[in-house]
C-alpha cells in the first residue's frame, strides 16, 4: 500500500484506540466512585500524553497516511482493519485526546450518581471518536461511526437535565436517520472498485450520476452531525440537557465528525457532486451562519445560547470546504479545531456557574465579576475567541475562511459579515452581563470563585486559544500539503 508509511515498530494508533476501552472494562472493578474518577483520569491522561507522539513523529511534508496498520479482518470481502492519520486527520486526533481528561475533570464534583457507569461511557466514546479519525477501512469507519451513537445517548438520557429522555432519543433518531443512507454509498462504491480502501476509493472513475446519488447520501450523514441548518434542531436540545462533559464532547468533537466526513469523503471520491451541490450546500451555510448568530442573540439560557453559536461557528467551516480553495479548506480545518477549544471551553464555564447557582440563566448569574475575578477573566477570554477577536484562535481560522469565500465570491462572502457582527453582539451581550450587570444585579456574595481543579480544566485551553491566535504555524503547517493533495485529487476528478 503506496498511500501508508508506518513511522514506527509499535501500533500507536491501535493502543490510542483500545486504551480507553481497556480502561472501560477495568473501570467496574475497582472500589469506591473515587477510584473510578481517579482511574479514568489517568487512562485519559496516558492516552493525551501517547497522542503527542503522533505530532512529534508526523512527517509534514508528505500527505500520505503515517502510522499505518493494516490486517486482514475479512478477507472473502477485502475488508482489512486498517488504521493511518494524515494532515487533516491530525489534528482532530489530538484534539479529542487532550479534551477527555478535561471533561473527567469537569465531571468529577457534578455527577454524583451511577459515578462507575458515566465514566464507562466516557471512556468507550473516545474509543469510538478516535477510531472515526483513524479508520482507512470503509466498514471500520462504518462500525466506529455507529458505535459512537449508543454511549452519547447514555450520557444524555441518565446523566442529563430535566428533558433529558426527549433530547436523548431526539439525538438518536436524528443521527441513525442521517446514518440510514451511508452503507448504502458504502456498498455502491463498493460494487464499482470492489475494495472498501478509503484511499483506494478516492480518484475513481466512477460516473456522473453515480457520484451525485453518493453525494447526497453522504451529504445527508454529514450535514445531520455537522449540522448544518435545517438539520440542527437535534443539537440545542441535546447540548442543553447533556451534563457538561457530553456537552464538550458534542461540541468539541463529534460535531467535527461531520465536517471531517466532507473532506475525507465528498472532496476526493464524489468531485462531481460536489461540483453539483456545492452552491446548495454554500447556501445553506451562509443562512446557517445568520440564523445562528440571530437565535443566540435571542437567548437567556447560556447553555442554549452557545448551542445556537456552533451552528453559526460550523457554518464557517462547512463554508469553508466548499469554495475549494486552499485558503478556505485551511481555515475550515484550523476552525475546527478552534471551534473545539473555544466552544468547549464556554460549556465548561457554563457548567462551573451552574454548579454554584444551579442555574443557566444569565439573570441568574449577572454581575458575578465582584465576586468570580479569576473565573470572569477566563469567560472574557473564550467569549473573545468565539467573536473572532484579533490575537485569539478563531481569528486566525474565520479569517482565512473569509478570505478563501471572497476568492470563490464576492458577493457570498459577503452575505457572512452580519454573522461576524451578530457573533460580537450575542457574546458582548452575555459578558456585559455576566461580569457587570446593572443596578438590580441579585445577591452573588455567596458565589466563589474559581478552584485548582477548575483553573486547571481551563488553563490549557486559555494557552490554545493564544498560542494558536499568536503562532498559528506549528498547526497549520501540518495540513498544508494534505490540503493541497485534497484538492488536486478534486480537480483531477472533475471533467475537462
Given at each position: 500500500?503506496?498511500?501508508?508509511?508506518?513511522?514506527?515498530?509499535?501500533?500507536?494508533?491501535?493502543?490510542?484506540?483500545?486504551?480507553?476501552?481497556?480502561?472501560a472494562l477495568v473501570l467496574p472493578l475497582l472500589p469506591g466512585d473515587r477510584g473510578a474518577r481517579v482511574w479514568t483520569l489517568?487512562?485519559?491522561?496516558?492516552?493525551?500524553?501517547?497522542?503527542?507522539?503522533?505530532?512529534?513523529?508526523?512527517?509534514?511534508?508528505?500527505?500520505?497516511?503515517?502510522?499505518?496498520?493494516?490486517?486482514?479482518?475479512?478477507?472473502?470481502?477485502?475488508?482489512?482493519?486498517?488504521?493511518?492519520?494524515?494532515?487533516?486527520s491530525l489534528l482532530l486526533v489530538l484534539m479529542t485526546t487532550l479534551i477527555m481528561p478535561l471533561c473527567v475533570l469537569c465531571s468529577w464534583r457534578a455527577v454524583s450518581s451511577r459515578v462507575k457507569s458515566f465514566f464507562v461511557c466516557i471512556l468507550l466514546m473516545?474509543?469510538?471518536?478516535?477510531?472515526?479519525?483513524?479508520?482507512?477501512?470503509?466498514?471500520?469507519?462504518?462500525?466506529?461511526?455507529?458505535?459512537?451513537?449508543?454511549?452519547?445517548?447514555?450520557?444524555?438520557?441518565?446523566?442529563?437535565?430535566?428533558?433529558?429522555?426527549?433530547?436523548?432519543?431526539?439525538?438518536?433518531?436524528?443521527t441513525l436517520a442521517g446514518s440510514v443512507l451511508l452503507p448504502v454509498a458504502?456498498?455502491?462504491?463498493?460494487?464499482?472498485?470492489?475494495?472498501?480502501?478509503?484511499?483506494?476509493?478516492?480518484?475513481?472513475?466512477?460516473?456522473?450520476?453515480?457520484?451525485?446519488?453518493?453525494?447526497?447520501a453522504f451529504f445527508l450523514a454529514f450535514a445531520i452531525k455537522v449540522p448544518m441548518f435545517p438539520f440542527h434542531t437535534w443539537l440545542p436540545a441535546a447540548h442543553v440537557e447533556a451534563p457538561t462533559a457530553g456537552s464538550v464532547l458534542l461540541a468539541s468533537v463529534l460535531l467535527k465528525m461531520g465536517a471531517y466526513g466532507f473532506l475525507r469523503f465528498c472532496l476526493p471520491m464524489t468531485p462531481v457532486g460536489v461540483e453539483t451541490f456545492g452552491p446548495f450546500v454554500l447556501a445553506l451555510s451562509v443562512v446557517g451562519i445568520i440564523y445562528g448568530g440571530l437565535t443566540a442573540l435571542a437567548q437567556s439560557d447560556m447553555k442554549r445560547l452557545v448551542a445556537y453559536s456552533s451552528v453559526a461557528h460550523m457554518g464557517f467551516v462547512t463554508l469553508g470546504i466548499f469554495v475549494l480553495n486552499p485558503r478556505g479548506i485551511e481555515g475550515a480545518i484550523l476552525q475546527m479545531v478552534n471551534h473545539g477549544i473555544t466552544t468547549g471551553a464556554l460549556f465548561l464555564c457554563v457548567g462551573m456557574i451552574y454548579e454554584r447557582t444551579h442555574s443557566r440563566e444569565l439573570a441568574t448569574a449577572t454581575g458575578i465579576g465582584r465576586v468570580m475575578p479569576v473565573y470572569v477573566t477566563l469567560l472574557a477570554l473564550f467569549g473573545l475567541s468565539s467573536m473572532a477577536f484579533p490575537g485569539t484562535n478563531s481569528f486566525v481560522g474565520e479569517f482565512l475562511v473569509l478570505a478563501g469565500s471572497f476568492a470563490f465570491s464576492t458577493k457570498m462572502?459577503?452575505?457572512?459579515?452580519?454573522?461576524?457582527?451578530l457573533s460580537a453582539a450575542y457574546m458582548l451581550r452575555m459578558l456585559q452581563r455576566v461580569i457587570w450587570g446593572?443596578?438590580?444585579?441579585?445577591?452573588?456574595?455567596?458565589?466563589?470563585?474559581?478552584?485548582?481543579?477548575e483553573i486547571v480544566t481551563l488553563a490549557p485551553l486559555a494557552a490554545f486559544v493564544l498560542w494558536?491566535?499568536?503562532?498559528?504555524?506549528?498547526?497549520?503547517?501540518?495540513?498544508?500539503?494534505?490540503?493541497?493533495?485534497l484538492i488536486e485529487q478534486v480537480r483531477a476528478g472533475l471533467p475537462l
Open positions: 500500500m503506496d498511500f501508508l508509511t508506518t513511522n514506527g515498530s509499535w501500533p500507536i494508533l491501535s493502543v490510542l484506540i483500545f486504551l480507553p476501552l481497556c480502561g489517568i487512562v485519559t491522561f496516558v492516552n493525551a500524553g501517547l497522542s503527542l507522539k503522533l505530532y512529534t513523529g508526523f512527517d509534514a511534508s508528505t500527505a500520505k497516511y503515517q502510522f499505518g496498520e493494516t490486517v486482514p479482518w475479512i478477507p472473502s470481502l477485502n475488508i482489512n482493519y486498517t488504521l493511518g492519520v494524515d494532515g487533516i473516545e474509543t469510538s471518536m478516535l477510531g472515526v479519525f483513524m479508520a482507512l477501512d470503509f466498514v471500520l469507519f462504518y462500525v466506529f461511526w455507529e458505535a459512537m451513537l449508543i454511549p452519547m445517548f447514555l450520557l444524555i438520557g441518565v446523566w442529563g437535565g430535566p428533558r433529558k429522555v426527549y433530547a436523548s432519543v431526539k439525538f438518536f433518531l436524528y458504502i456498498i455502491a462504491l463498493y460494487l464499482h472498485a470492489h475494495t472498501f480502501s478509503i484511499p483506494e476509493l478516492m480518484g475513481q472513475p466512477y460516473s456522473a450520476m453515480l457520484q451525485n446519488w453518493v453525494f447526497l462572502a459577503a452575505l457572512t459579515i452580519p454573522g461576524v457582527v446593572g443596578t438590580d444585579n441579585p445577591d452573588t456574595s455567596h458565589l466563589t470563585d474559581l478552584n485548582w481543579r494558536i491566535g499568536l503562532a498559528p504555524t506549528p498547526f497549520m503547517d501540518v495540513f498544508h500539503v494534505s490540503v493541497a493533495h
